[in-house]
């Protein structure tokens, strides 16, 4: 099953705008192989556009933390709110329909309170010099625990609608 026999293209690409209005951060819907498929892209911060545009970055960061939050969530069923690498937070909401797995959704691009970001990581992932992550590193924004759990909490209830109208069409 894929999240497309669950719901349109566009019912996703909503959810992942209603989390930028609503959190100001980097929304992402993903199959059950890790890749996003709506058409939808933002970026929290100029520091995550450098990351997701730099492929050696994208892959040692950013796929790299979603596929071990992906796999944390899935074998929890629980939504997991972590750091990335990078040291910015990222949330992971798991998508199942019945006991099937079919992807997850989330967010990522902030840092949680005295968090900071790790430039020497960004660097060595990125090949951009430290001095020049720093510059970008000003323009992540900070965010509180509470906020990335009401964030999960946001999702999960998002995807649970999302299932349960599907579910009530199916039956």
Same mark, same amino acid.
């Given at each position: 099953?894929?999240?497309?026999?669950?719901?349109?293209?566009?019912?996703?690409?909503?959810?992942?705008?209603?989390?930028?209005?609503?959190?100001?951060?980097?929304?992402?819907?993903?199959?059950?192989?890790?890749?996003?498929?709506?058409?939808?892209?933002?970026?929290?911060?100029?520091?995550?556009?450098?990351?997701?545009?730099?492929?050696?970055?994208?892959?040692?960061?950013?796929?790299?933390?979603?596929?071990?939050?992906?796999?944390?969530?899935?074998?929890?069923?629980?939504?997991?709110?972590?750091?990335?690498?990078?040291?910015?937070?990222?949330?992971? #909401? /798991?998508?199942?329909?019945?006991? &099937?797995?079919?992807?997850? $959704?989330?967010?990522?691009?902030?840092? @949680? *309170?005295?968090?900071?970001?790790?430039?020497?990581?960004?660097?060595?992932?990125?090949?951009?010099?430290?001095?020049?992550?720093?510059?970008?590193?000003?323009? #992540? /924004?900070?965010?509180?625990?509470? &906020?990335?759990?009401?964030? $999960?909490?946001?999702?999960?209830?998002? @995807? *649970?609608?999302?299932?349960?109208?599907?579910?009530?069409?199916?039956?």
């Amino acid at each position: 099953m894929k999240l497309t026999d669950i719901s349109p293209k566009e019912t996703w690409a909503e959810l992942e705008n209603e989390i930028w209005e609503r959190f100001g951060m980097r929304p992402r819907v993903y199959d059950t192989e890790g890749v996003g498929f709506t058409d939808v892209s933002f970026f929290g911060n100029d520091l995550c556009k450098m990351i997701q545009s730099t492929p050696k970055a994208q892959t040692f960061i950013c796929a790299v933390a979603h596929n071990n939050m992906a796999t944390m969530a899935r074998n929890t069923r629980q939504p997991v709110i972590e750091e990335c690498d990078a040291g910015l937070i990222k949330v992971v #909401v /798991p998508i199942f329909v019945k006991d &099937e797995f079919v992807g997850a $959704a989330g967010a990522c691009g902030k840092l @949680v *309170e005295d968090g900071e970001v790790d430039a020497f990581m960004v660097n060595r992932s990125s090949d951009v010099p430290e001095d020049r992550v720093e510059e970008l590193a000003k323009t #992540v /924004p900070s965010t509180t625990r509470k &906020e990335m759990e009401e964030l $999960a909490r946001f999702v999960s209830e998002r @995807v *649970e609608k999302i299932i349960k109208d599907y579910e009530q069409g199916t039956s």
